[in-house]
């Protein structure tokens, strides 16, 4: 019985590696992949998620073997929660997994993946910062997820990458500035910000939103040059000329 299982064992994972071969023919890629989804324990629906993390040579494969992926494990409903999150805890890329998750997945059981992932990706330095941009462009999308998306994307605002603060503030466009205008207005004024591309994105959502900058009008105005150069401080207010 224990040889029985080791063999099986093995056979499972020599399905997974050639799922996951991205030198493969797309056949053999396809026929492990199917195989995978016929076996449905949580070790092969893992395995099927591990087709996220490699890219094969072919574009257009690649494309149509994640996306039947995709479908295959949503497909399975609720069953997949286990494998994915314990897919996400370590993959460098998260979209489409997260695609998966949203349809899966209730908002409850959601936010719980999506806070088990931002407690390992604080705002800060990292050496890659795909995961993070992944996951604040989905809830950016993810409208069901909204308000309480809002406060989990809020402080990328202060992220160490540019493109990250930039996605931060398009993710809270749409909140209510009386909770994120004081922390879009800080990271407007941060001394080391060198990003006139951040700047101005901040400048339309405060505009846009008619943001009272009170006390720190003043302070705002020297930064209304380059990329900023089409907004102005009138009325206490930022607007855009």
């Known amino acids: 019985m224990v040889f029985g299982l080791f063999s099986k064992e093995k056979g499972l994972q020599r399905t997974i590696a050639r799922a996951t071969n991205k030198l493969s ?3 053999d890629r396809w026929a492990a992949l199917e195989k995978l989804r016929e076996d449905g324990s949580d070790d092969a629906l893992f395995g099927m998620c591990k087709r996220f993390g490699i890219t094969s040579n072919n574009v257009v494969e690649d494309q149509q073997e994640k996306t039947w992926v995709v479908d295959a494990l949503v497909a399975k409903g609720p069953a997949v929660l286990a494998s994915l999150r314990r897919f996400m805890k370590s ?6 997994p997260l695609q998966v998750l949203e349809r899966v997945a209730s908002k409850e059981q959601a936010l719980e993946v999506v806070d088990a992932i931002l407690a390992d990706e604080p705002p800060g330095y ?3 910062p795909e995961r993070r941009l992944d996951l604040i462009r989905w809830m950016t999308e993810w409208k069901a997820g909204r308000p309480e998306t809002f406060a989990r994307i809020l402080p990328y605002v202060g992220d160490f990458d540019q493109n990250v603060r930039v996605a931060a503030v398009d993710g809270v466009a749409e909140a209510d500035l ?9 990271a407007f004024l941060r001394p080391e910000e060198e990003s006139g591309r951040f700047r101005r994105r901040v400048a ?3 505009a846009a ?3 009272p900058l009170g006390d720190k009008a003043g302070a705002v105005t020297p930064h209304l040059s380059g990329p900023c150069a089409g ?3 009138d009325g206490g207010v930022l607007v855009q000329r």
């Open 25 to 27: 023919q797309q056949a």
């Open 91 to 96: 993959a460098t890329q998260l979209a489409f």
């Open 126 to 128: 990292t050496r890659d």
């Open 178 to 186: 009386a909770t994120t205008g004081p922390r879009l207005l800080e």
């Open 204 to 206: 339309e959502v405060l």
């Open 209 to 211: 939103g008619k943001y």
């Open 231 to 233: 907004f102005a401080v």
